[in-house]
């Protein structure tokens, strides 16, 4: 059974930032993957902030976050991060971290095509 465990969320002012973490158990095939974050703010679908195929090539941005927020990965500690900077009242919201595709053929930016998800970390961001 694999698990991810988010962490690093928390409340912050405009124009501040934090590191989000996501741990994935040792069970997980961490290099040659997909994974990525995703977030849902109260009412709101679930939509993609970042996804990678983890071996590098390929990585999916949400079109108004690349440049405030970098994704980055530690396959020793099989580990990928958040990093977010410049957070803005609007970017509220549950951060999850996903894993793996359910098929090859899926969409990586798109929630349902993963199989592995992260219980979630809040963060918030007050104007």
């Known amino acids: 059974q694999v698990h991810l465990v988010e962490s690093g969320g928390g409340s912050v002012q405009a124009g501040g930032s934090l590191r989000l973490s996501c741990v994935a158990s040792s069970g997980f095939r961490f290099s040659s993957n997909w994974m990525g974050w995703f977030r849902q703010a109260p009412g709101k679908e679930r939509e993609a902030v970042v996804t990678m195929y983890t071996d590098g090539g390929h990585t999916y941005w949400h079109d108004s976050l690349k440049g405030r927020f970098t994704i980055s990965q530690d396959n020793a500690k099989n580990t990928l991060y958040l990093q977010m900077n410049s957070l803005k009242p609007e970017d509220t919201a549950m951060y999850y971290c996903?894993?793996?595709?359910?098929?090859?053929?899926?969409?990586?930016?798109?929630?349902?095509?993963?199989?592995?998800w992260g219980q979630g970390t809040q963060v918030t961001v007050s104007s």
């Open positions: 996903a894993a793996e595709l359910l098929r090859s053929d899926y969409d990586p930016r798109v929630p349902e095509s993963f199989q592995y």
